[in-house]
């Protein structure tokens, strides 16, 4: 396998999962958003399995030297992480976001049609619908995205259509994340994003091991149960599992194909608040602030038709994301390249 964005959260737990599982993989990253130390951490995790690990720092962007790589190595499919994912950041810096997530994936495409495989998966967001209508959120739900992030990541995945529909023997599928959260129970794997974290868990987690004061809530008065925003909060391990049902149904039909992972459960940003005081064992500081712009009220997905197509499900629940999560922060509170507990 190759696996592009390997050293990232996501990636470096879907390489554990396919090394363990018996593949080889190849990652490469440029390291942008992610650290060197994360890929010593797959192999450890990894065990025996990691000397199935190789690793090459690499942009996608460089055309010439992914070319070779795919050139040198007869790989059997591709899972293709590597982009830039902050939303907030995609506002102030569109053209970096068009540039990187557009260009990277156009660079694969190309090196694939010309070395092969024509087997792709895609990390794609549930972002691309924006706010919806109607809940759960469905695979044939519009695609209305109200940010770069989302529009890339949208953008992507009709580049990938129409590649499937010019060339009928490509097998792409689009994986559509909710709310990825947690670590590797090891405590050895997890979230360390760069800066001060977008996302509610990563900042929950920095609170909780002191390396920020509080938390903001951003707004109680949407129209939920407790007023605090709802997602669909997935396990990091179980979204690593769902890739390698992809893979493995990848041959079901040729073409593109789009499936949501997430878990179909709604939690609110409170309840997450309380889940994980009891996984550290104490009372998160948290204040009521105004509401973030862009934040939906309630967002969570309909997981069927990743049951019906890749027999897959999302099987752990809320206090085991949140007690994996605490473990890799409590034991890296500086991050992969911070000063050890
Ligand atoms: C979750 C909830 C916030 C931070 C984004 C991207 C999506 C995907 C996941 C890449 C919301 C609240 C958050 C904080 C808070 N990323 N919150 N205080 O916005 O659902 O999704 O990340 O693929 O594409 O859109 O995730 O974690 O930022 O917010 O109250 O400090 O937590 O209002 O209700 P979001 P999030």
């Known amino acids: ?71 040198a190595t007869p790989f059997e499919a591709v899972i293709h992480f590597a982009a830039r994912k902050a939303v907030g950041e995609s506002v102030a810096m569109p053209v970096e976001y068009y540039d990187t997530n557009l260009n990277a994936t156009l660079r694969l495409v190309e090196a694939l049609r010309e070395h092969g495989p024509r087997r792709l998966i895609f990390s794609s967001s549930c972002s691309i619908h924006g706010d919806v209508d109607v809940l759960p959120i469905r695979e044939d739900a519009p695609a209305r995205p109200t940010n770069p992030y989302s529009r890339t990541k949208w953008m992507c995945e009709q580049i990938l259509a129409d590649v499937c529909a010019a060339q009928p023997d490509w097998h792409v599928t689009a994986l559509r994340y909710f709310n990825p959260v947690g670590a590797h129970p090891s405590g050895l794997l997890g979230e360390d994003p760069r800066g001060i974290p977008n996302n509610l868990m990563p900042y929950l987690q920095q609170v909780a091991v002191g390396r920020r004061e509080y938390l903001s809530v951003f707004g109680d008065d949407y129209p939920t149960a407790d007023g605090t925003g709802v997602r669909d909060y997935i396990h990091v391990v179980d979204l690593a599992e769902g890739h390698r049902a992809a893979l493995e149904h990848l041959d079901d039909e040729a073409g593109y194909r789009v499936v949501n992972l997430g878990t179909g459960v709604g939690t609110s940003v409170q309840q997450l608040l309380t889940a994980f005081g009891a996984a550290c064992g104490r009372e998160l500081p948290h204040r009521v602030v105004a509401r973030r712009d862009g934040d939906v009220a309630a967002l969570y997905a309909d997981p069927s038709y990743a049951a019906e197509t890749l027999g897959w499900r999302a099987s752990r629940g809320l206090d085991e994301m949140c007690r994996d999560a605490w473990e890799f922060q409590r034991r890296n509170p500086g991050g992969y390249d911070g000063a050890a507990a």
């Open 1 to 71: 396998m190759l696996v592009t964005g390997a050293a990232g959260f996501i990636g470096s737990h879907t390489c554990v999962d396919l090394l363990t599982a018996g593949y080889r993989v190849v990652g490469v990253d440029n390291f942008a958003n992610s650290s060197p130390r994360a890929v010593e951490r797959i192999r450890e995790v990894a065990g025996e399995a990691g000397a199935n690990l190789e690793f090459v720092e690499l942009d996608v962007l460089d055309a010439v030297a992914l070319g070779k790589l795919l050139a």
